[in-house]
């Protein structure tokens, strides 16, 4: 059986808690030091399926840049290509905050979301 402990710093809020999850096989079998069930939840997935909120800047249809991210937060090791669908997309203007730009960016299943109003060229 191959036992590892793993430290972490909870990415959940300020606070930044020190986590400390004890792995058999790289399946998480406990987790301490979280001061709430969000750093367990945050613990568990990074040492299985690590995730990342994405936040770009899409261009729009007119090349004005469009400040975006993702509405949760994706497969670390998808990131590259979710950024890549960032880079394709070209939203037309006006933008409003929470518009998705892409509605499934490399197929993980979250859309990208525009996170800055951006107004019309006149
Ligand atoms: S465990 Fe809870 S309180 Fe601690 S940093 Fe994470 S989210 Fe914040």
Do not use: H, Q, W
């Amino acid at each position: 059986m191959n036992m590892e402990t793993i430290k972490l710093i909870c990415i959940g809020c300020p606070m930044g808690c020190d986590l400390t999850v004890e792995t058999e096989n790289g399946v998480p079998v406990s987790v301490s030091g979280n001061t709430c069930p969000i750093g367990k939840k945050y613990a568990e997935e990074e040492v299985t399926a690590p995730k990342r909120t994405v936040t770009s800047t899409a261009l729009s249809d007119v090349g004005v840049p469009v400040p975006v991210k993702t509405a949760a937060a994706v497969p670390k090791d998808r990131i590259f290509d979710v950024v890549r669908d960032i880079k394709a997309a070209r939203p037309s203007l006006p933008v409003e905050i929470g518009d998705v730009v892409v509605p499934d960016a490399a197929g993980v299943g979250v859309p990208v979301v525009a996170t800055k109003r951006v107004a019309a060229e006149r």
